[in-house]
């Protein structure tokens, strides 16, 4: 279906064309009916001799000049106030893309352009959080106290230092039979005592 609004808009601009070309012709006709001359007497205004149809014809013209002159200038006025418009949306649009982008940063975002890839390769390497060493009972509970509760606190705060013991020799079973498995002294080692 087509576009009523663009049909009336058409509509009236032809119409238009037709009454100004009626009032055209209508003018020359009134205008070469009516040849005589007049005087017109306005207070302190006097002109003697103007033909008959410059007394009907000139004010209709003066109107619609400065009807048109008016028109215009309210036009230009609007359009001046829509660009205006137009340049602070501008102004405001790229002012809030910047601070979407500047927080997008702040927060470590990934970037909101039209782009898929990213700008810059980045690496991530995996968060691969180690348990808290476990602490002596005595010494969680003064660090628990000093770190307001919280464990992985205490357990940054002070570290421990583990002692390693050597592991006593277990045995072994090989085809039936039990065996101890002590580790043999290397030659050097021999050699030094």
């Known amino acids: ?113 039209s782009s898929k890839l990213p700008r810059k390769p980045t690496t991530t390497e995996p968060d691969v959080e180690s348990p808290a060493p476990a602490l002596p009972a005595p010494e969680l509970d003064a660090a628990m106290s000093a770190t307001g509760g919280d464990v992985r606190k205490a357990s940054r705060s002070k570290r421990p230092t583990l002692a390693v013991e050597p592991a006593a020799p277990a045995a072994a079973t090989t085809n039936g039979g039990t065996e101890s498995t002590t580790p043999e002294p290397s030659p050097e080692a021999t050699t030094e005592a």
Not at 17 to 31: D, K
């Open 1 to 113: 279906m087509p576009d009523l609004n663009h049909l009336w808009q058409r509509f009236l601009l032809a119409s238009s064309l037709l009454v100004g070309l009626a009032i055209g012709a209508a003018v020359t006709i009134f205008g070469y009916s009516n040849l005589s001359t007049v005087d017109v007497r306005w207070s302190v205004f006097h002109v003697d001799g103007v033909p008959l149809w410059t007394v009907a014809v000139v004010p209709i013209v003066l109107v619609l000049v400065v009807g048109t002159v008016y028109h215009w200038t309210d036009n230009f006025h609007h359009f001046t106030e829509h660009m205006r418009h137009r340049r602070l949306v501008h102004e405001l649009e790229a002012e809030v893309a910047s601070l979407r982008a500047h927080l997008d940063h702040v927060l470590e975002m990934p970037d909101q352009s």
